[in-house]
């Protein structure tokens, strides 16, 4: 069974950094495309970064550029999220997704959905 489970989360200090993880299972990561969203109380899910099967092609958008890395670690079947100064306006539940694509146009539609990990920025 396909299976996406993120962690990771916590509660940082702004300015602080958080790496999340995204372990996938029923699935080999290094030939689908997987993404990371965020939903924070009130507001809808948006995309955050993606990140291409294959090569590995990486897209951020715009407002989260410099400050976020994705990466895969193709041996331990993981995509990882690299957070660093970290605002309290980040304070979400991010969540990884399957997609249909990654590309430099953004993220492609989400074919399944992990659990999810909270994030919190505060002082």
């Known amino acids: 069974q396909e299976q996406l489970v993120e962690s990771g989360g916590g509660s940082v200090q702004p300015g602080g950094s958080l790496r999340l993880s995204c372990a996938a299972s029923?699935?080999?990561?290094?030939?689908?495309?997987i993404g990371w969203f965020r939903q924070a109380p009130g507001k809808e899910r948006e995309g955050v970064s993606c990140?291409?099967?294959?090569?590995?092609?990486?897209y951020y958008v715009d407002s989260m550029k410099g400050r976020v890395t994705i990466s895969r670690d193709n041996a331990k079947n993981t995509v990882y999220l690299q957070m660093n100064s970290l605002k309290p306006d980040d304070t979400a539940v991010y969540y990884c997704?399957?997609?249909?694509?990654?590309?430099?146009?953004?993220?492609?539609?989400?074919?399944?959905w992990g659990q999810g990990t909270q994030v919190t920025v505060s002082t």
């Open positions: 997704a399957w997609l249909s694509y990654c590309s430099g146009i953004g993220l492609g539609r989400p074919n399944s």
């Open positions: 029923g699935f080999r990561v290094p030939y689908i495309a």
């Open positions: 990140i291409s099967s294959g090569e590995g092609f990486t």
